[in-house]
Nanobody, 125 residues
Framework: QVQLVESGGGLVQAGGSLRLSCLAS????????MGWFRQAPGKEHEFVSA????????RYADSAKGRFTISRDNAKNTVYLQMNSLKPEDTAVYYC??????????????????WGQGTQVTVSS
């Protein structure tokens, strides 16, 4: 089993920054691909970014490229999402997810096996 706990969400003005954290616990998660998704009201889960825990390879959605940075700290078992130049359309609940197969860095939420409880990000205009 893997447990994921997100933190770092909040209210920020457009153009501001937030850093989300995802603390992972459980066995073998270092083999996993870790992803960040978001869900706005009335919409489906949207892929934001992913990172392969063992080598740090990353992938970003077009909406995140150039503004968001995903990283991980092996010593702290934590994955981060640094979000800069935030826009009102970034408002959503952000979820951390883990894909235990770790074969690819999929943008399909169905591929991911474990999910955190989510953290709200609200960007005001």
């Amino acid at each position: 089993q893997v447990q994921l706990v997100e933190s770092g969400g909040g209210l920020v003005q457009a153009g501001g920054s937030l850093r989300l954290s995802c603390l992972a616990s459980g066995r073998t998660f270092r083999l996993y691909v870790m992803g960040w998704f978001r869900q706005a009201p009335g919409k489906e889960h949207e892929f934001v970014s992913a990172i392969r825990w063992n080598n740090g390879d990353t992938r970003y959605a077009d909406s995140a490229k150039g503004r968001f940075t995903i990283s991980r700290d092996n010593a702290k078992n934590t994955v981060y999402l640094q979000m800069n130049s935030l826009k009102p359309e970034d408002t959503a609940v952000y979820y951390c997810a883990a894909d235990r197969a770790g074969i690819g860095m999929s943008s399909d939420p169905e591929v991911y096996d474990y999910w955190g409880q989510g953290t709200q990000v609200t960007v005001s205009s």
